[in-house]
C-alpha cells in the first residue's frame, strides 16, 4: 500500500502559502466562526448531507491549493473538503474507529486510509497488460535527445534596451567572425564570454531538454549541428551558440520500463476506482452548493 497522497490523489496538499490575514486572523476560533462575524456562525453554502462546510473551513483548506485564482484555489479546497467528508462519514457508517496517528498522519487520515483499503480494489496490471501500452505507445520509451553545446554569453539585462541592442550587434559580429575561424572559439568565449563557461572555452557538454533556461532550450534544439548563423536569445543576453554533436535518443527496451509502465497503470487504475468510489459515496451522501462554487471558478 502506498502512502496516503497517492491512495487518495484528490487531496494532496501541493502548496504552504498563507491563507489571507482575515482568514488567518481567525484560524484558532473555537466556534469556527468567519471573519468579523460578530459571535455569528460563519456563511454556509456547501452541504455534504446534513452536514455544512463554512466558508471559514474552506478559507483555512485554502491554504494548501495553489491557483492563479482565488475562485479555483477556493474551488479545489471545497473539493477537497466535500471528499474528506464523504469518506469520514462512510467510514463512520462502516464502524471504523479512528485510529492514532502515526506522527506522519492524522488519526482521519489513517481511518481513510483503511477505509480505502477495504472498499477499493488494487489490481496489479498483468504482463501482458504493459507489454500492450509500450507497444500502443512507443514514443513515449525513448532515452532523451542530447546535444553538445559551445557558447559565448553576451549579457544584458532583458529591461536594458540599449545593451541588448550592443550585445547582439556584438555576436552577430564574433558569428561572422568565427564562419571564417571556427577554431577561435575557445578563445574568443574565454574573452567575451560573461558565463562561467567561459574558463572551460564555452564548454556546457552534453544537454538534454529542460536542463537550461526555456528559451535557450527550445531555440538550441531546434539547430543543425555547426555554428548557428544567427545569436540565440534569452533572458541574460544574446549567445554565439555552436552545436557540436547530435545525439538522438534511442528506443528503449520493455525490459528497461516494464515497473515503471506497471507501476503507471497501477496507480491509473487506482485512481479510476478512487474516483468511481466517490461517485458512489455522492449518492449515498448529497452534496449541495459544489458545483455553483465550481461554476464561479470557470
Known amino acids: 500500500m502506498g502512502s496516503l497522497p ?12 498563507p491563507v489571507p490575514v482575515e482568514a488567518d486572523h ?11 462575524s460578530l459571535g455569528q456562525p460563519a456563511p454556509c453554502s456547501l452541504f455534504v448531507d446534513d452536514t455544512p462546510i463554512s466558508e471559514a473551513e474552506i478559507a483555512r483548506e485554502m491554504q494548501f491549493h495553489r491557483a492563479m485564482r482565488p475562485e479555483q484555489a477556493r474551488a479545489d479546497a471545497a473539493r477537497a473538503l466535500v471528499v474528506r467528508e464523504l469518506l469520514r462519514r462512510e467510514a463512520q457508517r462502516l464502524g471504523l474507529h479512528q ?7 492524522t488519526d482521519e487520515e489513517l481511518q481513510i486510509q483503511r477505509l480505502l483499503e477495504q472498499q477499493v480494489e488494487d489490481r496489479v496490471p498483468s504482463e501482458n497488460d504493459c ?20 557558447h559565448i554569453l553576451l549579457a544584458a539585462p532583458a529591461d536594458d534596451i540599449a ?3 550592443k550585445a547582439r550587434t556584438q555576436a552577430e559580429q564574433l558569428i561572422a567572425q568565427l ?20 574558463r572551460e572555452g564555452g564548454e556546457l557538454g552534453w544537454l538534454q531538454r529542460g536542463q537550461t533556461t526555456p528559451e535557450f532550450d527550445r531555440q538550441v534544439f531546434r539547430l543543425r549541428q555547426g555554428l548557428a548563423g544567427f545569436p540565440v536569445e534569452s533572458r541574460w543576453g544574446y549567445h554565439v551558440v555552436s552545436v557540436d554533436a547530435l545525439e538522438a535518443g534511442q528506443s528503449q527496451r520493455f525490459e528497461q520500463v516494464h515497473t515503471q509502465i506497471r507501476d ?13 468510489f466517490l461517485l458512489e459515496l455522492r449518492e449515498r451522501y448529497p452534496v449541495r452548493g459544489l458545483q455553483e462554487i465550481e461554476a464561479l471558478a470557470e
Open 6 to 17: 497517492r491512495i487518495l490523489p484528490i487531496t494532496v496538499i501541493d502548496s504552504a502559502q
Open 26 to 36: 481567525h484560524h484558532d476560533d473555537a466556534a469556527q466562526q468567519g471573519p468579523r
Open 264 to 276: 503507471y497503470l497501477e496507480l491509473q487504475v487506482r485512481q479510476r476506482n478512487v474516483q468511481q
Open 131 to 150: 507489454r500492450r501500452y509500450f507497444e500502443q505507445n512507443p514514443e513515449r520509451f525513448r532515452s532523451p535527445d542530447r546535444i553538445r553545446v559551445r
Open 179 to 198: 564562419a571564417e575561424q571556427l577554431h577561435l572559439f575557445a578563445d574568443l568565449a574565454q574573452r567575451y564570454s560573461q558565463c562561467p563557461s567561459s
Open 99 to 105: 485510529e492514532q496517528g502515526d506522527g506522519v498522519h
Open 163 to 165: 545593451g541588448r541592442f
